[in-house]
T-cell receptor
Framework: GQNIDQPTEMTATEGAIVQINCTYQTSGFNGLFWYQQHAGEAPTFLSYNVLDGLEEKGRFSSFLSRSKGYSYLLLKELQMKDSASYLCAVMDSNYQLIWGAGTKLIIKP | IAGITQAPTSQILAAGRRMTLRCTQDMRHNAMYWYRQDLGLGLRLIHYSNTAGTTGKGEVPDGYSVSRANTDDFPLTLASAVPSQTSVYFC?????????????FGPGTRLTAL
């Protein structure tokens, strides 16, 4: 079966750094996406990785290791507005997205 | 309008009733998708459409039907609502099907089936 695992909830302090991990087992791999979802809102695209390594985009970075079936999202200089759920999704061999349940990130002042 | 719109925003529906959730996009995207999101679970694909005139089944299609008469609209119909269909429904679109294009999501419809 196909499986995406990520922690259910994490807590971090404003101004700090947090790393959200995602491990996956899927039938084929055509890239990994990270989305942000604020409570009661739609998911919005953050990043896409298809090759191994780190992609940096402002305060957010995303890392991929295909051999380990592993990715992480790194958020720096945390702000209160970063309180949200972060969804990891893998595109499988049929080009369908398989989604993790999401990690709820709580930012404390 | 810009992006994807969904209607209604929320709905309470008696079991056994028929309901159509509407989705419209103005980005001229070829591919469209319907997902449901339940607490503790990842988004699950219900149906998809790679281009106008074609549709396909996703992971959880039972009890739902879709149509794609034109590029912009992708309605989802519940033929006879059951309580297990209580969920938040998201419509999404991407420029191409079968590729790795980003999916853009509508604001969602919160459906309660009693």
């Amino acid at each position: 079966g196909q499986n995406i695992d990520q922690p259910t909830e994490m807590t971090a302090t404003e101004g700090a750094i947090v790393q959200i991990n995602c491990t996956y087992q899927t039938s084929g791999f055509n890239g990994l996406f990270w989305y942000q979802q604020h409570a009661g809102e739609a998911p919005t695209f953050l990043s896409y990785n298809v090759l191994d390594g780190l992609e940096e985009k402002g305060r957010f970075s995303s890392f991929l290791s295909r051999s380990k079936g592993y990715s992480y999202l790194l958020l720096k200089e945390l702000q209160m507005k970063d309180s949200a759920s972060y969804l990891c999704a893998v595109m499988d061999s049929n080009y369908q997205l398989i989604w993790g349940a999401g990690t709820k990130l709580i930012i404390k002042p | 309008i810009a992006g994807i719109t969904q209607a209604p925003t929320s709905q309470i529906l008696a079991a056994g009733r028929r309901m159509t959730l509407r989705c419209t996009q103005d980005m001229r995207h070829n591919a469209m998708y319907w997902y449901r999101q339940d607490l503790g679970l990842g988004l699950r694909l219900i149906h998809y459409s790679n281009t106008a005139g074609t549709t396909g089944k996703g992971e959880v299609p039972d009890g739902y039907s879709v149509s794609r008469a034109n590029t912009d609209d992708f309605p989802l119909t519940l033929a006879s609502a059951v309580p297990s269909q209580t969920s938040v429904y998201f419509c999404a679109s991407s420029e191409r099907a079968g590729g790795t294009d980003t999916q853009y999501f509508g604001p969602g419809t919160r459906l309660t089936a009693l």
